[in-house]
């Protein structure tokens, strides 16, 4: 299939689900039909060409699947009764939040965010299991047990296809799960890759479709700037050898500056058009960063005083941590010290290889090249990433070289 098949039916499959599911129900039975149906373009179009109407083209076909499906079932339970579906025209193009309905159904609120995400991927982004299961790292068959557990739990709730009484709660949901898959395709927490770009591509696509059925949501476009500018430095990361460059030390012409352009206006559209929630400050920081022409530009006090907003507004030990290395930044390793010593009782921050890697470099901001050692070993050993491993291994070498040496 070329990339442009590929491009149209990742793009109409989430659609053709939604409207699916909003006109007969059976979640995790459409979903196989809806498959079926794209399998079925795949081999059609490129040779009879794409039709006029090829959304309609998948719901129609979707739907002459599912009654198959459907009466199969029927037949393998030794029932007479046959199921009726009223016919779908081929130019019936439904309702045109349809995707948004279905990322709230799979970012069903019972759910846990393993399955949230899982679900989405597969429901939404179009991946298969064996695709999900590579990028989270974890045997296809407990990711297909995932999947089919979260099917089955929003099958059991009876939540019907339209657009939630709690929307907000759920969209809220959709943004998180949206920011996790995200997160996890930039920054890999495991294996040997820095990043997944087949992740984080596909949290910036289904963003920009939250976006374009949500325009005036401040969050929504807060999320989706937060994303861009921070893709934007993602060619930088890596040097050719496949190591880690951290940010004051990655090539800017690099970065993509038509993203940080359209992140730029997506953030400051939003914060200008009421109060500013966690995604726009994360942002406006993302922005910061982007719009220094170098690291020793960046405006370290406008973006301590931003983390210590969103610290009052959403705390979170992670954003906290950011907060004390931008307070080192702007007023000096001492200071921070003293707040990562305090992050360091909370436990869901102890053993996190960040807090020690954070410490290791404060504490070779201040000299204390011993404390520093220790803290960089124990961090390249808590982390499950490899570059990370790598270069925090790196870092305590070149520094114990050092030490030596004087």
Request: include cysteine; charged fraction near 20%; aromatic fraction near 4%.
């Amino acid at each position: 299939m070329t990339l442009v098949f590929e491009g149209l039916l990742r793009e109409l499959a989430p659609q053709a689900l939604g409207a699916v599911v909003r006109r007969y129900g059976h979640f995790d039975t459409a979903e196989d039909a809806v498959q079926e149906a794209l399998i079925a373009a795949a081999t059609q179009w490129p040779r009879d060409g794409v039709p006029d109407n090829p959304r309609g083209w998948l719901i129609a076909v979707a739907a002459r699947r599912l009654t198959d499906l459907l009466r199969a079932e029927q037949a393998r339970q030794r029932r007479e009764n046959t199921w009726t579906l009223p016919p779908v025209a081929p130019d019936d193009l439904g309702d045109a939040d349809d995707t948004l309905i279905l990322l709230f159904m799979c970012c069903h609120p019972a759910l846990p965010p393993e399955q949230q995400i899982a679900l989405t991927l597969r429901s939404v982004a179009g991946l298969t299991t064996q695709e999900i299961a590579r990028a989270f790292l974890v045997p296809e068959p407990t990711m297909g047990q995932r999947i089919s557990r979260a099917k089955q739990r929003v099958k059991a709730s009876g939540v019907p296809f339209r657009m939630p009484a709690d929307r907000a709660e759920r969209l809220a949901a959709v943004l998180h799960v949206l920011y996790l898959i995200f997160t996890e395709g930039y920054a890999s927490t495991a294996g040997p890759q820095v990043y997944r770009s087949e992740l984080s591509t596909e949290a910036i696509r289904l963003t920009r479709i939250v976006h374009r059925l949500l325009p005036r949501d401040g969050e929504v476009a807060g999320l989706l700037a937060l994303m861009l500018l921070t893709d934007a430095r993602r060619a930088a990361r890596v040097g050719v050898d496949g190591a880690l460059i951290l940010l004051e030390s990655q090539d800017r012409s690099l970065w993509r500056q038509d993203l940080i352009a359209e992140g730029v206006d997506l953030v400051t559209t939003a914060m200008s058009t009421g109060p500013s929630g966690p995604y726009q400050l994360q942002a406006a920081i993302a922005a910061l960063h982007d719009e220094a022409p170098t690291a020793a530009d960046t405006d370290w006090p406008q973006i301590e005083a931003l983390y210590g907003a969103l610290l009052s507004l959403a705390p979170n030990p992670m954003t906290a941590l950011n907060h004390a290395v931008a307070v080192a930044m702007a007023r000096g390793p001492a200071p921070a010290l003293e707040l990562v010593s305090a992050l360091a009782e909370d436990k869901r921050l102890a053993d996190h290889h960040r807090l020690h890697a954070v410490r290791a470099h404060l504490l070779e901001m201040s000299g204390e090249v011993d404390g520093a050692l220790t803290a960089y070993r124990l961090a390249a050993q808590l982390t499950r990433s490899l570059p990370e491993q790598r270069y925090l291994n790196t870092k305590a070498a070149t520094l114990a070289r050092d030490q030596v040496r004087e």
